[in-house]
């Protein structure tokens, strides 16, 4: 059975980096929905947006039903950013039912004190962007891109240690139900992401086995 796969793990997780490896690899596209809302032109979806309201659980899920809807879809996808609610949760077996798929829940685990070294320890040059990390890589010279001494690295203010919290925290009280939801449902797998991403690509690519590659 072909499989839905939605990939957890807080800002610094590495998520990103798995989504792409299990596309590559794998051949299951990522279906983000903050990449499809933002791609939304449409005019009230843009006010609504701008307004700080909320975009319904219906619409959402519409949106997810239609993009899975596709050909692409067929072996199996990466779900990025849904679902966000249990409400969501609960839609998305539905969806998955309707389509014959299952689901499997995979959060990249990284202890808190590890994400906020990650992200405010990030530092990137201006010049041909390879991004540092002052405590897991270091540039040569100080606060000096390696290949471009005369630069100095950039700083994002999103990286500030007072947002990363925030962003942090956010993320936690967010996730927490839903973790709780697939704990229940008996469909989380917990991967340490405290390793290289080729070995927590490995860890993933054995919880949801390689059938999702075939046919
Ligand atoms: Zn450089």
Redesign the pocket.
Known sequence: MSKIIVLMGAPGAGKGTQARLLRERLKLPQISTGDMLRALAAEDIHTTQASGMLISDEVVIEMVRARTAKEDCRNGYVLDGFPRTTAQAEMLEELAAQQGKSIEAIFVDVPYDVLEKRLTGRRT??????IYNIYFKPPRFDNR????PD?V?NYRSDDAPEKIRVRLETYQKQTAPLLDYYQRTGRLHRVDGTRSPEEIYLDIEKLIGVEVAGA
């Open positions: 040059c201006p010049v041909c962007g390879e891109c390696d290949i471009h630069q690295l």
